[in-house]
Nanobody, 116 residues
Framework: QVQLVESGGGLVQPGGSLRLSCAAS????????MGWYREAPGKERELVAQ????????IYADSVKARFTISRDSAENTVYLQMNSLKPEDTAVYFC?????????WGQGTQVTVSS
C-alpha cells in the first residue's frame, strides 16, 4: 500500500506561481512513477506531468510544457510540481498519483484556483 498526501494548492492571480508537494509513505520502494493529474469541473481527469523513479523520464501535457516542472527528492518519497505563468484554465483539483506494478494510488486532491 502507498499513501499520498498533497499540499500547496490555493488561489493565485493569472501569471502567478504555485508549488504543489506530494509526500508518499508506505511501500515507496515499489513506486515506479509518480505524477500529477487534474480534474476541472465538467471535464475528465487528465495527466499533467509524470516522473519515473530515479527521474529517468518525465512527461508533460502539451498545455503545461515550459510552464510546469515536475521533480522528485533524492529519497524518492516526495514529488513536486512547480507551476509558473498560471492561467485561469489551470484551475482544477490536482491529484497526486503513484504507479506501482499495475496499480494506481491517489491522493485526496488539492484545489488550485487561478483568478483575478
Amino acid at each position: 500500500q502507498v499513501q499520498l498526501v498533497e499540499s500547496g494548492g490555493g488561489l493565485v492571480q493569472p501569471g502567478g506561481s504555485l508549488r504543489l508537494s506530494c509526500a508518499a509513505s508506505g511501500r515507496i520502494f515499489s513506486i515506479y512513477a509518480m505524477g500529477w493529474y487534474r480534474e476541472a469541473p465538467g471535464k475528465e481527469r487528465e495527466l499533467v506531468a509524470q516522473i519515473t523513479k530515479g527521474a529517468y523520464g518525465t512527461i508533460y501535457a502539451d498545455s503545461v510544457k515550459a510552464r510546469f516542472t515536475i521533480s522528485r527528492d533524492s529519497a524518492e518519497n516526495t514529488v513536486y510540481l512547480q507551476m509558473n505563468s498560471l492561467k485561469p484554465e489551470d484551475t482544477a483539483v490536482y491529484f497526486c498519483n503513484a504507479y506501482v506494478m499495475g496499480s494506481n494510488y491517489w491522493g485526496q486532491g488539492t484545489q488550485v484556483t487561478v483568478s483575478s
